[in-house]
């Protein structure tokens, strides 16, 4: 294939984007609405939103569905040529979302605001994933260009682990859906190309007591004084000195690397990047206030950089606990994983630079993410594997939104990086 004909094919593919805005527009608002939290993890009524558009345009694709109430969507076509193999992969379930306060907006609204589309999920990452959908949409018209297969992979269980979703993906049906890279639109901030996660241990931990009245304290210990010290300890944690390899150490310390960090994650992320963090999600115990409780539980969730052994924090937990023999400890497999990590200078990372560079002015570094995301399951296969998409800074709160420019930036980013990606072989 020749420059000039590349050119035209990216030509065509943005004035596609273009002419089409609206309706993708509209297609992640309907998106957005169709509600999708997990836990419960229904996500039939927003998977419906994404094979309505697949089967409009009779693209290819079928639903894996392990679990009824959360199936999966496995779309694939072959370019004209043999070449290499992209997957593009979202997921469709997201968090839960908070009971609605006087004057909150609907969380599944999909309301189009100032510029803004609003809604529970759309940053993490129904933006994301009607990327990847709209990319596999409008490249499938130029497949007898492409050298190689596309992959599209919409899942309906991140948020809960990936049992049911990518990770049962990859164990049932590997060789379809593992490529030689995977493309992401997990909320990254457009300033930055994500190349690896931390990895995570999180925890149930449970403190019994024989409990009392709340006057009669010589009785009893206290389960929730017990759980509190517990939460005290764990904060020496965050003291362990990554060893990080000496490359990733060197690519998350360039300048541009922290700027874009600090601009995408808000200020202060560049120095939690290499750092064990604890976060005490959840904490519950007592019934009443005058009733010295006989019960807490506490769940943590650690994050763990690059260079620190897992394996050595949860010998450090299981060391502290051993001043509390009243604590008992129940991990969760499921949202406990090594770290990942893959080649931050790939030919991907370069087209993904390329393209955002000349659809807006600036170059984003690789660096590594403080969130997990599915992409793991393919860097410990060995596949190449990054995450760009919107700005991650409302996920989850109250007034979750994405920029509409942002969204229609990540659909032209995806759309022209899986085609460069695919062409790239012909040269």
Aim: hydrophobic share 35%.
């Amino acid at each position: 294939m020749t420059e000039d004909t590349r050119s035209a094919d990216r030509r065509t593919l943005l004035e596609w984007i273009e002419a089409d805005r609206e309706a993708l527009i509209d297609f992640l608002s309907r998106f957005v609405r169709a509600a999708s939290p997990n836990p419960p993890g229904d996500t039939r009524e927003a998977t419906a939103v994404l094979t309505e558009a697949l089967g409009a345009d009779g693209l290819p694709f079928r639903i894996v569905a392990p679990q009824e109430t959360m199936p999966n969507i496995v779309g694939s076509f072959d370019g004209g040529r043999p070449g290499r193999h992209l997957v593009l992969n979202g997921h469709i379930d997201v968090f839960p979302a908070q009971e609605s306060a006087p004057g909150d907006r609907d969380p599944w609204s999909g309301a189009v605001e100032d510029g803004k589309l609003y809604g529970r999920g759309v940053a993490d990452m129904k933006c994301g994933t009607a990327s990847s959908v709209i990319a596999y949409r409008y490249l499938y018209r130029l497949r007898e260009r492409l050298s190689g297969r596309l992959t599209l992979t919409a899942v309906s269980d991140e948020e809960t682990g990936g049992r049911w979703g990518a990770r049962y993906l990859m164990e049932n049906f590997r060789d379809e859906v593992l490529g030689d890279c995977c493309l992401n639109g997990e909320p990254s901030g457009i300033h930055t190309v994500r190349f690896g996660d931390k990895g995570t241990l999180r925890f149930t931990l449970t403190a019994r007591t024989r409990g009392a009245h709340g006057a009669y304290p010589h009785l009893s210990e206290s389960a929730t004084k017990i759980i509190v010290r517990v939460a005290t300890e764990l904060e020496a944690l965050e003291d362990i000195e990554p060893n990080m390899p000496e490359e990733i150490r060197a690519a998350l310390a360039e300048p541009a690397a922290v700027a874009a960090v600090e601009s995408s994650l808000g200020t202060g992320a560049s120095e939690v990047v290499p750092r064990v963090t604890v976060n005490i999600g959840m904490l519950h115990g007592g019934i009443k206030v005058n009733v010295l409780p006989d019960e807490c539980q506490m769940q943590i969730d650690v994050r763990i950089p690059i260079g620190v052994d897992r394996e050595m924090v949860r010998g450090r937990i299981e060391e502290i606990l051993t001043r509390y023999p009243q604590v008992t400890l129940e991990e969760h497999i499921y949202h406990s994983y090594p770290y990942s990590v893959c080649d931050p200078k790939s030919d991907m990372v370069k087209i993904l630079q390329d393209n955002v560079e000349t659809l807006m002015g600036h170059r984003p570094p690789p660096i590594i993410s403080l969130g997990g995301a599915d992409t793991r399951f393919w860097r410990w296969e060995g596949v190449n594997a990054y995450l760009y998409g919107p700005n991650p800074q409302s996920m989850g709160r109250r007034d979750e939104h994405v920029e509409i420019e942002e969204f229609l930036h990540i659909v032209r980013t995806h759309t022209l990086s899986a085609y460069d990606y695919l062409t790239a072989a012909d040269g």
